[in-house]
C-alpha cells in the first residue's frame, strides 16, 4: 500500500514531535509562525505615542519628541499646490506645543515614520482636517473612519474631493 504525500508528511511530522530532541523546539515554533506571519510578534515599534508636538512639517506630518508621525487615513494636498501651506497652517494651529496622543496603525511602515490616527483630547486629527475642508479620506487606509466627515464636509462644501486627486495607494480594489 503505498501512502499519499500528506500522510508521508504527516507521519514524519509526528515521528519530530515525538523527538524528544526536536519535538518541543517544532511545537514553539508552529505555536509562533502565526504571530511571525501577522508582523506583530518581532515588531517592537511601540503602539501609542503622545507628548506635546514639537514640529508639523507639512499638513499630515509632525513631530512628537524624535518620532515622526503621519496622519492615517487622509490625503491633503501637497506642494506645488497652493493649498498645501494652507493645510501646513491649519494643522500647526490646532497641534504645536500641544499635546496629541496617537495609535500606530498595525502593519504601517516604520523605518522613516509613523502612520497612526492622532487626537488632541477627543477630537481626531484626520478628521479635522477632513471637516475643516484640508484633507479628503484615503478609503484604503481610513476603513471608513472618516466617511461621515467626508459626507459631512461635502455637504457643507468644504470637501476638497472634487478638486484633490486620490492618489492611486488610497483606492479600494
Same mark, same amino acid.
Given at each position: 500500500m503505498s501512502l499519499s504525500k500528506s500522510e508521508n508528511w504527516g507521519r514524519?511530522? %509526528?515521528?519530530?514531535? +515525538?523527538? *524528544?530532541?526536536?519535538?518541543?523546539?517544532? #511545537?514553539i515554533l508552529i505555536a509562533i509562525l502565526p504571530a511571525i506571519a501577522l508582523g506583530g510578534f518581532l515588531d517592537d515599534t511601540p503602539m501609542s505615542y503622545g507628548g506635546k508636538v514639537r514640529q508639523v512639517m507639512d499638513g499630515s506630518?509632525?513631530?512628537?519628541?524624535?518620532?515622526?508621525?503621519?496622519l492615517s487615513g487622509i490625503v #491633503? *494636498?501637497? =506642494? &506645488? !499646490? &497652493?493649498?498645501? /501651506? $494652507? %493645510?501646513?497652517? +491649519?494643522?500647526?494651529?490646532?497641534?504645536? /506645543?500641544q499635546k496629541v496622543k496617537c495609535k500606530r496603525r498595525p502593519n504601517s511602515p516604520t523605518a522613516k515614520r509613523v502612520v497612526a490616527y492622532c487626537s488632541l483630547g477627543k477630537r481626531d486629527?484626520?478628521? @479635522?482636517?477632513?471637516?475643516?475642508?484640508? $484633507?479628503? @479620506?484615503? &478609503?484604503?487606509?481610513?476603513?471608513?473612519?472618516?466617511?461621515? $466627515? @467626508?459626507?459631512? $464636509?461635502? %455637504?457643507?462644501? +468644504?470637501?476638497?474631493? !472634487?478638486? =484633490?486627486? =486620490? *492618489?492611486?495607494?488610497?483606492?479600494?480594489?
Open positions: 514524519h511530522l %509526528a515521528s519530530v514531535l +515525538h523527538n *524528544p530532541v526536536y519535538g518541543r523546539k517544532v #511545537v506630518t509632525f513631530k512628537i519628541a524624535q518620532h515622526t508621525i503621519r #491633503v *494636498p501637497s =506642494l &506645488p !499646490d &497652493p493649498r498645501a /501651506d $494652507a %493645510a501646513t497652517v +491649519h494643522l500647526r494651529a490646532l497641534i504645536l /506645543d486629527l484626520g478628521k @479635522e482636517m477632513i471637516l475643516s475642508g484640508f $484633507a479628503i @479620506e484615503c &478609503p484604503r487606509y481610513s476603513f471608513g473612519r472618516y466617511r461621515g $466627515a @467626508e459626507r459631512l $464636509a461635502i %455637504a457643507k462644501g +468644504h470637501s476638497l474631493r !472634487d478638486t =484633490l486627486h =486620490l *492618489p492611486g495607494y488610497c483606492r479600494v480594489s
